[in-house]
């Protein structure tokens, strides 16, 4: 009977250590950053429709890198954009902050775009205007 009881005690404990085991979290990673300069062919679509929010005007600027070749004097390459659905997916991971989408919607902006992710997912981009 004794040993039943041990046995049950060290099997309660096996597993509620294995159930308090935290799982390994993959970390998000730093991927790299590219400038671009946000002109007025980056506020059209392609079909000449205005854009209104900053996240599409983004999006419009690597379609017209990748897919359309306008590029303005100070845009770079990318490795992360150059599909049709890696653009679209740029939605989601877009990060700017109201006041960096006030001066893009509004005018030509000279931008730094920092791209995270987690295994070979963008989980973040983020938006910054220098000076």
Do not use: C
């Not at 659905?85 to 893009?104: F, N, T, V, W």
């Amino acid at each position: 009977m004794m040993r039943i009881k041990s046995l049950l005690i060290a099997v309660s404990i096996a597993i509620g250590l294995m159930a308090s085991a935290a799982p390994l979290q993959a970390q998000e990673q730093f991927w790299g950053t590219y400038m671009t300069y946000l002109g007025p062919e980056d506020r059209v679509n392609s079909r000449g429709v205005r854009l209104t929010s900053a996240e599409a005007i983004v999006q419009q600027d690597r379609a017209n890198m990748h897919r359309f070749g306008i590029r303005h004097a100070h845009d770079e390459r990318d490795p992360w954009f150059n599909t049709k659905e890696s653009r679209a997916a740029m939605g989601r991971a877009l990060r700017i902050p109201s006041y960096y989408a006030d001066i893009i919607t509004r005018q030509d902006a000279l931008v730094v775009v920092s791209v995270f992710g987690i295994g070979g997912r963008i989980t973040r981009i983020s938006i910054q205007i220098p000076g």
